[in-house]
């Protein structure tokens, strides 16, 4: 059986839940995708062997993971999870010989061209090359981002942890934030990163910082935050701009770091619940807010991906095509 046939298991592993299925070749297969709260269980290794023993025990040619951290040397360490996923233990589980371990946004790379139109909604207007780099951004539970480029040879998606780089500061109240993150709470570490501001906690400091700046002290969820954005409260709507502010300005600063004239396709909740309010809060003017370079910033595109299983289908794209590692 080819490797574009075989039966395969892919996993998508987040912070949070993770999510098993089974692919014939490049596809995943209809009615088999089950979700796993990590919480219940002590590793991946158990995940997969509960799967396969409710689906029966399928026989598997190959196993392929996304996994929302750093992948080194084959082996990947969960950034906000204490999980270790290696070869060697996917093999052990599913009984597979080809194995592979991804990033998490390395398997939406993967992805992208094989996502139905349907999941994608555009939220900055620019073109898009076909063949040209593309560039996928994660803001959920961790913010990262990697680029997509087809060559000869195949496409290669490389893996990155941008998400741990300093945040954006372009204004004086983006240096405050940045010390507010960096100083105070319960998580401040003494730098302010990318993910500290625009993943699903960093949405939740910057409201804390909105409140300091207003003389209070406020805490609260992500859901909650966007729960008063909606009704119009002030000081969730004065948190969601400069989120969005901070947002745009980071999206820039990759775009002109990557040049990914295939587009930038956005990913995970927290861009999916922000979406609503780009427009009104004005995404796309931050995301172009370069100087001289303003007017050169309207060759991208950004598009948000709304397919949950996306990274299920680049695990199976990539083993697929060979993929180990």
């Given at each position: 059986m080819s490797q574009r046939s075989a039966l395969a298991l892919v996993a998508d592993i987040g912070g949070t839940n993770t999510r098993v299925a089974l692919a014939d070749g490049e596809v995943v297969r209809d009615g088999s995708i089950r979700r796993y709260a990590n919480a219940g269980f002590a590793d991946l290794e158990t995940v997969l062997r509960r799967y396969l023993d409710e689906t029966g025990n399928p026989g598997v040619s190959g196993v392929c993971v996304a996994a929302a951290g750093p992948v080194r040397d084959g082996v990947a360490t969960m950034t906000n999870l204490d999980w270790t996923i290696t070869g060697t233990g996917l093999?052990?589980?599913?009984?597979?010989?080809?194995?592979?371990?991804?990033?998490?946004?390395?398997?939406?790379?993967?992805?992208?061209?094989?996502?139905?139109?349907?999941?994608?909604?555009?939220?900055?207007?620019?073109?898009?090359?076909p063949g040209g780099a593309m560039l996928v951004v994660g803001l959920g539970t961790g913010m990262n981002a990697a680029p997509v480029h087809e060559t000869p040879w195949g496409r290669v998606v490389a893996a990155s942890e941008c998400g741990h780089i300093s945040m954006p500061v372009r204004t004086d109240e983006d240096h405050r934030l940045a010390k507010f993150v960096a100083e105070v709470g319960p998580h401040a570490h003494g730098f302010a990163g990318?993910?500290?501001?625009?993943?699903?906690?960093?949405?939740?400091?910057?409201?804390?910082?909105?409140?300091?700046?207003?003389?209070?002290?406020?805490?609260?969820?992500?859901?909650?935050?966007?729960?008063?954005?909606?009704?119009?409260?002030?000081?969730?709507?004065?948190?969601a701009q400069l989120y969005i502010h901070l947002l745009g300005q980071e999206l820039g600063n990759l775009a002109l770091i990557h040049l990914p004239f295939g587009g930038i396709y956005l990913i995970g909740g927290v861009a999916r619940a922000m979406q609503p309010w780009f427009d009104?809060?004005?995404?796309?003017?931050?995301?172009?807010?370069?100087?001289?370079?303003?007017?050169?910033?309207?060759?991208?595109?950004?598009?948000?991906?709304?397919?949950?299983?996306?990274?299920?289908?680049?695990?199976?794209?990539?083993?697929?095509?060979g993929g180990r590692g």
């Open positions: 093999t052990a589980a599913t009984g597979a010989a080809q194995t592979a371990i991804l990033n998490d946004l390395q398997a939406q790379g993967h992805a992208l061209g094989r996502i139905a139109p349907a999941h994608l909604r555009q939220v900055i207007a620019g073109p898009k090359k990318v993910e500290d501001v625009l993943a699903g906690r960093g949405l939740e400091r910057v409201y804390a910082f909105a409140a300091h700046e207003a003389g209070r002290t406020a805490d609260k969820r992500g859901a909650e935050i966007m729960a008063d954005v909606a009704a119009g409260e002030t000081l969730a709507c004065t948190a009104r809060m004005a995404l796309a003017a931050h995301f172009r807010d370069k100087g001289r370079f303003a007017e050169f910033m309207g060759s991208f595109s950004v598009e948000i991906v709304e397919d949950d299983y996306a990274a299920l289908t680049g695990c199976a794209a990539y083993l697929a095509g």
